[in-house]
């Protein structure tokens, strides 16, 4: 019997913001995986660390720091090979995703690789869209709203195209594009009506007015979120 | 000292999905508010029922039956009216809020109600949004992918307009849209890009292609996910 592969949403930041199967599976797992920069500590492992029993085999994908769109394959290849063979040999697999792993995760590229071969489970986890509108205290959507979720690499033609009429947007991976975003949203009129957060939940967390950060990039896990129509629920 | 008020995501029906935060507010909590239905059971209470430790004070807000487009504002004022009379009394009061509270949850009617008058905190859940991707084993939404999340209750027309040409697309609040929605899906060419979540994570599930569903109507709580360029991770 070969074990399964769970791919586990650890929420957004906030240790307590697990589920409680999330954190029961990954107590029970014997093997834990998980996404790390090239050097440093692991996001996804630091989220969990106070829940973890001690004593669990630990894979660490060591994500190379290039500037390539799609993280490297090769990094997923070893990890899917270290991964199957606790599979093979009975042994379940948690692997930590930060937010959710499905919500534009890095866990999809494992998923694609393991899917056919072994049993998986996906636990959803809050994902940093909706953890980012409870900390502003402001609806995310509401109603008849649509809700455009856009990532911000995109080019700032497509970027205005996607954003032009938008109700109610979630800008996400803001990071070093943080000034053309804020170029698009002005060109807009959308400026006003957009709010930054900065690593929601956790304790460096960070809230603004868009238009009052001076600032030329912000981190990685970073949102501005955006309601054309001032506050949802008014 | 005034109590303060929890805006519960209670997760999108299992119940081991709820956070560990909303676990134990939830049980710490004197009072407990939750929409439930003009008959019958509350489904945010079903959820977290066999948590909850017993003696608290329920306040039930029974929602009239109305085809109307927004839900009776009666029931909110006068829930505002019986959950501040607790909060000005020193008593917390956790409402609970079937998946997360901000996306398109009635919470924000109390919160507009509540917020400028006394402290209040938002939990978030793990949306329907995710809780449908992760038991359709399929991501969401991956790299720079943009996410529609598009209310089925909008007209045919606007529908169209909103669907066409997406990456990535959440039909919501299916219900007695169904028909509409699969006209739409099929005049974009995008029927058989689709697929239906009924009741994601509870016992009693359904998950089928959407163009196999011969169906009129679906429950309130059901989703449509498309993916226009088939599965994201390939």
New interface residues.
Partial sequence: MSGTLYGL?T??G????????A??LLQAAPVLAYPAPEEGESLARAIVAEHLPGGQTEIVLRMPMVAA??PAQEVYDWAAEEIGGHLEAGRDVAVLCEG??????SF??L??RM?ERFP?E??????S???C???L???????????????A??DEADLAA?LRGVEAAAVIKVGRHLQKVRKVLTELELLDRARYVERA?MGSQRILPLDSLDEANAPYFSMILVHSRG????
């Fill in positions: 949403g929420g957004p906030d240790p307590e913001l697990i589920t409680v199967k954190l029961r769109r799609f959710d792993p499905f919500f534009y995760g999809m590229y998923f694609g899917a998986v996906v636990v959803p986890g809050v994902s869209l909706t953890a509108a409870a900390v205290g402001a609806p995310l959507a509401a109603r008849n709203d649509v809700l455009t979720v856009v990532p690499p995109l996607r939940t506050e949802a629920w008014a």
